[in-house]
């Protein structure tokens, strides 16, 4: 499918003010007088209102940069960003829920999170190898994956893992400890693959088109439409990036990078965590 462009004077009708509701939702968000699971769900809104954006407005952008789309989400996910870095995550720790990266975590949690992996985690995942015959694997919108670059003798293969929705977003350790379940499969990419010689590995997210509002007003979601957004973590390494872009068949002005976790729209599951 061709995704045809859009008038800017559409754009800045259809996008602008979903951008500046993102920035307005961002900025109550930053009332330090409110509650921290009240400030925690409107960063979540801030992320979901940014996936419906880029499912029902961005769909027919060719070169969202072009328009101005890009620069004005690159401003408010850096913002999202800093929010969350600096303010809403110490806070969830001021109230025991610690949503830490697995380098953050001591033994005693490393160990647990590896069990974890080996009972849950493990069984549902599939490694595929990406290669001319190979095409890459159909992750839905929304949907979270690891790639990795994996070097075997006389040879580098490119791998996709998609991680299924039915496992859980976050996966629990002691101490109140939450660890993203796409950073827990890139930490032990060396048990599921069989192997140490793991070059570069990396999560990704997807958004793709969805169909136009039913009379509801609810979107109705194609799982497998044309990809409109590419999320990365920050410092992805190029490798890993470009082998995304060639496989995914993606135009220009379509990948965005964050400090924070992928998909924060999930940080409402983290507000009410026991």
Not at 76 to 81: E, F, G, Y
Not at 97 to 125: M, N, Y
Not at 213 to 242: K, Y
């Amino acid at each position: 499918m061709t995704i045809a462009p859009l008038e800017p004077d559409r754009l800045r009708h259809d996008g602008t003010s979903w951008l500046e509701l993102g920035a307005q939702l961002l900025e109550r968000a930053s009332d330090r007088r409110l509650p921290p699971a009240e400030r925690l769900g409107l960063c979540a809104a801030v992320s979901t209102l940014l996936d419906d954006f880029f499912a029902l407005r961005v769909v027919r952008l060719v070169e969202p940069a072009a328009t101005g789309a890009h620069g004005a989400v690159v401003e408010l996910q850096a913002a999202q960003d800093r929010l969350w870095l600096d303010e809403l995550q110490p806070a969830l720790r001021g109230h025991g829920v610690d949503l830490a990266r697995i380098d953050e975590c001591d033994e005693v949690a490393r160990r647990a999170l590896a069990t974890e992996f080996d009972r849950w985690v493990h069984p549902l995942l599939t490694p595929i190898a990406v290669g001319p015959s190979a095409p890459f694997p159909r992750v839905r919108s929304l949907g979270l994956g690891v790639v990795a670059l994996v070097d075997r003798p006389g040879r580098r293969t490119f791998v996709c893992v998609p991680i299924p929705r039915s496992l859980p977003r976050f996966v629990r350790a002691p101490g109140g400890i939450h660890v993203p379940v796409e950073e827990l499969v890139v930490n032990c990419l060396g048990v599921l693959l069989v192997t140490d010689t793991v070059a570069f590995a990396a999560a990704f997210r997807i958004t793709r088109a969805a169909d136009a509002l039913h009379g509801d007003l609810e979107p109705r979601r194609r799982g497998f439409g044309p990809v409109t957004r590419l999320e990365l973590p920050a410092g992805t390494p190029w490798e890993l990036e470009s082998k995304l872009h060639e496989s995914l068949r993606l135009p220009r002005g379509v990948t965005f990078t964050t400090a924070a976790p992928l998909g924060l729209a999930a940080l409402e599951d983290l507000a009410q965590a026991p």
